[in-house]
């Protein structure tokens, strides 16, 4: 909650111009690529920007920050933040935690604790 954390990015290449319900859901055919092929330095970008969209929206506990990145470096757009990403096993979120070292049950461990610690500060 104080210090927020950022995974590797993931990235999605929809399988048509427009990643729609059927790509996503039913046909399955989109690829996923965890961690993203991104240029030298633009994860640190990435990660820089995911963190100050997080604290600019004053989120708390996890959340994931979904953007757009525009080649010929003119860099990320902020799409929206997930403050309740998928946990399914398509889902990002949990695959990039676990390409960044952070395994599924630890990931729960943390999203618990963030929660304790955020009804804590509360009740103060």
């Not at 920007?49 to 979904?66: C, F, I, K, P, T």
């Not at 757009?77 to 599924?104: D, K, Q, R």
Request: glycine share 8%; hydrophobic share 45%; charged share 30%.
């Amino acid at each position: 909650n104080e210090e927020p954390r950022v995974s590797v990015a993931g990235e999605i290449i929809p399988a048509a111009d427009f990643y729609d319900f059927e790509d996503k859901y039913v046909d399955g055919a989109a690829k996923t690529i965890v961690p993203a092929d991104l240029p030298p330095g633009a994860a640190e970008e990435m990660a820089e920007l995911a963190q100050r969209s997080y604290r600019a929206l004053r989120a708390e506990g996890l959340a994931r920050v979904d953007m757009f990145y525009e080649e010929g470096g003119r860099g990320f757009l902020v799409n929206e933040i997930n403050t309740f990403p998928g946990f399914t096993s398509i889902s990002m979120f949990p695959m990039m935690w676990a390409a960044s070292g952070l395994s599924y049950p630890d990931l729960l461990d943390e999203m618990i604790r963030l929660a304790l610690e955020r009804h804590a500060r509360r009740r103060r």
